[in-house]
């Protein structure tokens, strides 16, 4: 399942190209997280068992490290696969259209679908903000809960924004594009693979 | 109107009991202008968050016991503390209704998380299934014993001479078929109801704890009541008091005696006064580390509640 | 409009004009919130880390990145020589080794679209010059690759077990069964479409080849053993068991085979990671919708107005199969299974049905779903790897649905197939 598929050339221009510097950049820093955050579940998960046949003691903080290491993967994963391209969809419908229809379909679905995301960025950073308040202390290691889930507001954000850019690119360029970096060509399949 | 009342246990459970007696007394004593619903486990989410609802108004009323509520009100935790409540359940009903220490003193630390704390209640005493005898703490040695992720819990157990094991409760079953684990601890219509003598050998009664649960409300939707509805509530939990003292005591009995019918074969062991001397004094140091990590008033509480119980050291 | 009328259309609406999954389900809860509901819209955002927080869900991630491991080595073609050898000289022999393949790597891999990947790349090519037509070839590798999700590991089974509090090892050895009986029936099929479309057979291969095969493979195949083995044996929960399937997968891959080097099990992690977290963002939004229709009491009323409450158990299984059937042709098989289950959930423990044979019916169901018209996550991985139109990779079909409906019935009626293992293992 090759990404480089239909992927569009950088946008050239002065701001634009600023914004592509920085967004590769943190692209760089998400995919470093999902990947030693995977490896480091599996370690943590491994060791754990070991403790526990070998040494009849088991890694209290094992459980409480995977929950945390999961909430990280999903939501700095949903920005990678917005940029991406690979959020699962129905496209049965939109396939059916012709370019400029499909076209307007795909701006309206970006931008639609960055609104969501801002919307529930802004309630998440009320759930933090009360969970701030409560002082709650996770069962094992005793850190605030919060630190937890301070990721989910910044992710929310930055795929919103990933959106938005995908509505830019459509807008802005020819053809029909699922993301700013990936052209909608062949079918979407692609992104039905789990 | 429509009050939403939460809790942690499945149909027909003790906490079940409670809140469907709840439902009926406070229907009836407003004609019906109060209507509760019960939500149980798992539709609302996990007992944390049904916790997090009631603060944030959602639901009126839920249940909260003391292994997770120690993450919003890290005092309720001294109930964990083995060997605080009594021997004499006579004792603990009176304390856990009407006492000061909790309804006036720990009350407060409720309120400072946005809740009310409306009852206190047992649902009966925590019972061991091992699949071997353990009857001092010197037996415990090599045991794996599953608690759930409570440091309190885990000193506890570690100080009766057991290896304590964290297993996500779905897995506490096969962990036990399978001996990935080799003992865990629950009331014992729970013990019944999850189906976990069927892969144990004993049943053990060390008196160590209770599993004690709260009901707490939203704080505002409490304060905001008219005195009216205040006074319905306070005579429903003064009856609820008596009919739940009966109601898990009779639970609890039906469930042993299925499980004795289920599996003659088990075997009962109810501690001597003896045997939980030396329990209690293997766990003497647990109430002084609980304090040390949790601060605030926990050092008063926990004086104050021994003296009621009367289980100073 | 009532609540859920209102949800049903917002979802649906959303669904079709073809915006990313996870839009109909959280704007549906959104709309609950604002217009039905008198509930802190960050009660949304709790239930959404709340959907992902389960330690038991902690196995997805694992088995993927086991899959995706094998799926880039040479886990797959072991596989499919070793069924080969054995079955390859019958008539049919090729089509059979697809099934008896896709089954094999199901026992590696917990998502039938893995399946799908990793034997119907090398397979495929095989079936057309061998004579068999493109549809049939395509329909036969999307329907094995069903088979992945019955046999265990299956991400299905966990999600199902997570929500709704079954035992993941039962149901895991629950599902071994009617993978087997599945695979039997589509056997069969192959067997009887080669005769009728005269296909040529390959000629029978020596023991000495065939142990070749075995040895090669050897490894391979301990996979399922260490699933089902470490679990029975009580040496890991089925949580841990996928994280040690990782250790084994790359064991097998990097240090046996050699055919993934070190340095690349990284960016491995790094694609399972971005898989995980496309899954597991519809794995919040559907406990979020799950909390909006529970809490508005809607299950209770559909229950209700079907007249299921206290009906008879074959009516529920029914009920049941046909609900995660329909959800499963139309959303993604995740989401299906944790709406649908806490609607089930009650209505199962009250008619006293076993809730281990309702988790296999229900991985069943979604199993067939996801390779079922007009929407299944198996066809649109099919169209991308092999890239052929929609109605040619459908066409073929029909006959493998029939018979895995088939199966669905031999269950309900036969709950021994399934039961079978788990009672002998834990009850
Ligand atoms: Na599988
Ligand atoms: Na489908």
Redesign the pocket.
């Given at each position: 399942m090759s990404d480089s598929n239909g992927e569009a050339p950088a946008p050239k221009g002065g701001v634009l190209s600023v914004l592509k510097r920085l967004d590769d950049g943190l692209s760089v820093v998400e995919r470093q997280l999902l990947g030693w955050s995977i490896v480091i579940m599996a370690v943590n998960t491994v060791a754990n068992v070991i403790m526990r046949l070998g040494f009849s003691s088991s890694i209290f903080f094992s459980e409480e490290l995977n929950q945390f290491l999961i909430i990280l993967v999903t939501f700095v994963g949903i920005s990678e696969a917005a940029r991406m391209g690979r959020h699962i969809r129905m496209s049965a419908f939109t396939d059916m259209l012709g370019p400029q229809a499909s076209k307007i379909m795909m701006i309206i679905i970006t931008l639609g679908t960055a609104a969501l995301l801002f919307l529930l960025a802004w309630y998440s950073i009320g759930y933090v903000s009360s969970l701030i308040q409560s002082n709650r202390l996770t069962p094992a290691l005793r850190i605030p809960y919060y630190f937890t889930v301070l990721i989910v507001p910044f992710g929310l954000t930055v795929t919103g924004i990933q959106f938005v850019l995908a509505a830019a690119t459509n807008i802005f360029r020819p053809g029909t594009h699922l993301s700013y970096r990936v052209e909608d060509t062949f079918s979407d399949a692609d992104d039905h693979h789990l | 109107e429509e009050w939403k009342f939460a809790h942690e246990e499945s149909p027909g459970d003790v906490q079940d009991l409670y809140a469907q007696e709840f439902k009926r007394l406070v229907e009836e004593k407003t004609n019906g202008d109060v209507t509760v619903t019960v939500y149980t486990y798992g539709q609302l989410g996990t007992e944390n968050d049904i916790t997090e609802l009631t603060t944030a108004g959602a639901v009126q009323f839920s249940n909260a016991s003391p292994g997770h509520l120690g993450t919003f009100v890290p005092e309720i935790q001294v109930f964990g503390v083995p060997y605080l409540l009594s021997q004499d359940n006579e004792v603990n009903k009176e304390v856990l209704s009407s006492s000061p220490t909790i309804y006036e003193g720990l009350s407060k630390d409720f309120e400072s998380k946005g809740l009310k704390l409306y009852t206190m209640y047992p649902e009966g005493e925590m019972v061991w299934t091992t699949k071997k005898k353990v009857t001092q703490p010197s037996e415990f040695d090599g045991v794996k014993f599953r608690v759930m992720t409570s440091p309190i819990l885990i000193e506890s157990y570690e100080s009766f001479g057991a290896d304590p094991v964290a297993l996500p409760w779905g897995e506490v079953y096969s962990g036990l078929q399978t001996s990935v684990i080799d003992a865990q601890v629950n009331p014992i219509f729970f013990i019944e109801s999850a189906k976990f003598y069927e892969v144990t050998d004993y049943l053990i009664y060390a008196g160590q704890q209770q599993y004690t649960t709260t009901v707490v409300s939203n704080a505002a939707f409490y304060e905001g009541l008219s005195d009216e509805r205040k006074d319905m509530l306070k005579e429903v939990k003064s009856e609820l008091d008596d009919f739940i003292y009966e109601a898990q005591q009779k639970a609890n009995a039906e469930a042993l005696d299925r499980i004795k019918k289920a599996k003659p074969e088990i075997e009962v062991i109810r501690l001597n006064d003896e045997q939980r001397a030396a329990f209690k004094e293997a766990s003497a140091g647990i109430g002084d580390s609980l304090v040390k990590e949790v601060g605030g008033d926990t050092e008063e509480v926990l004086k104050a509640l021994r003296k009621e119980f009367g289980t100073e050291m | 409009m009532d609540l859920g009328t209102t949800i049903l259309i917002v979802m649906l609406v959303l669904l079709v004009l073809g915006f990313p999954m996870m839009v109909p389900l959280t704007m549906a809860s959104v709309v609950a919130f604002t217009f039905y509901m008198p509930i802190d819209p960050k009660i949304l955002i709790q239930q959404m880390v709340t959907g992902i927080s389960p330690v038991a869900l902690i196995a997805v991630p694992m088995?993927i990145f086991a899959a995706d491991i094998v799926t880039k080595g040479h886990t797959a073609n072991r596989l499919i020589d070793l069924a080969m050898t054995f079955v390859g000289h019958v008539r049919g022999g090729l089509a059979v080794t697809t099934a008896l393949g896709c089954t094999m790597f199901?026992?590696?891999?917990?998502?039938t679209q893995a399946?799908v990947v990793a034997m119907g790349g090398p397979l495929r090519p095989k079936m057309l010059k061998a004579g068999y037509k493109d549809s049939f070839a395509m329909a036969l590798i999307i329907n094995a690759s069903d088979?992945?999700?019955?046999?265990?590991?299956?991400?299905g089974m966990i999600v199902f077990g997570v929500v709704g509090k079954v035992s993941i090892g039962e149901l895991f050895l629950a599902?071994i069964g009617p993978?087997i009986l599945i695979l039997l029936m589509f056997s069969a099929y192959c067997v009887f479409y080669a005769k009728r479309n005269n296909i040529p057979t390959i000629p029978r291969m020596s023991w000495a080849e065939r142990g070749k095969a075995i040895v090669n493979a050897g490894p391979a195949i301990m996979f399922p053993v260490l699933i089902v083995g470490g679990i029975y044996l009580g040496w890991v929960s089925p949580t841990e068991v996928a994280a040690v399937s990782v250790v084994y997968a790359i064991i097998l891959e990097v240090m046996i085979f050699k055919s993934v080097k070190w340095s690349e099990l990284l960016e491995i992690a790094r694609s399972t990671g971005l898989i995980t977290a496309v899954v597991f963002i519809l794995v919040g939004a559907g406990t979020t919708f799950s909390f909006v229709i529970s809490f508005a009491q809607i299950p209770q009323h559909v229950i209700g107005a079907l007249g299921l409450e206290g009906a008879n158990s074959y009516l529920i299984l029914a009920a049941i199969c046909i609900a995660f059937f329909i959800g499963c042709m139309f959303v993604d098989p995740i989401v299906v299974i944790l709406v649908l289950t806490p609607i089930f959930m009650p209505l199962v423990r009250d008619a006293g049905l076993d809730p281990v044979l309702v988790g296999t019916l229900v991985t069943l169901q979604v199993a067939i779903g996801s390779a079922t018209p007009p929407f299944g996550c198996d066809i649109f991985t099919a169209i991308a790897i092999f890239r052929r139109p929609y109605y040619e990779v459908i066409r073929g079909t029909p006959p493998f649905i029939f018979m895995l409906l088939l199966a669905a019935v031999i269950l309900v009626f036969v709950p021994q197939i399934a039961l079978f293992l788990p009672t002998m293992a834990f009850r």
């Open positions: - | - | 088995f199901g026992a590696v891999s917990g998502s399946t088979i992945a999700f019955l046999i265990p590991p299956s991400i599902g993978g």
